[in-house]
Nanobody
Framework: QVQLVESGGGLVQAGGSLTLSCAAS????????MAWFRQAPGKERDLVSG????????YYADSVKGRFTISRDNAKNTVSLRMNSLKPEDTAVYYC??????????????????WGQGTQVTVSS
């Protein structure tokens, strides 16, 4: 059984930091593109950041560039998202996702085969 489990969400004041972690189990994701999406109430699920299996290529949405950092540890089957200088508009449910069929970062949520259950991030002003 394939599982992605996120942790690290919570409530933080604007300007604060959080680190989200995603642990994969059930199969190795060392060759998969991994990504973080987020979804705010009434909005679509959007790609926040992605990383290729080597970690050599990363993607960040314009809204988080310079504030968020994605990383992965293939030996541990984990991917993390460090979020600094958080803003109220970062409030959303954050999802970890894996796309083992692809070697390049893809933007469309529908192309990702595996998803975590989501973790809530709330940034107060």
């Amino acid at each position: 059984q394939v599982q992605l489990v996120e942790s690290g969400g919570g409530l933080v004041q604007a300007g604060g930091s959080l680190t989200l972690s995603c642990a994969a189990s059930g199969r190795t994701f060392s060759s998969a593109v991994m990504a973080w999406f987020r979804q705010a109430p009434g909005k679509e699920r959007d790609l926040v950041s992605g990383i290729t299996w080597t970690g050599g290529l990363t993607y960040y949405a314009d809204s988080v560039k310079g504030r968020f950092t994605i990383s992965r540890d293939n030996a541990k089957n984990t991917v993390s998202l460090r979020m600094n200088s958080l803003k109220p508009e970062d409030t959303a449910v954050y999802y970890c996702a894996a796309a083992p069929r692809y070697s390049n970062i893809i933007l469309a949520a529908r192309m990702y085969d595996y998803w975590g259950q989501g973790t809530q991030v709330t940034v107060s002003s």
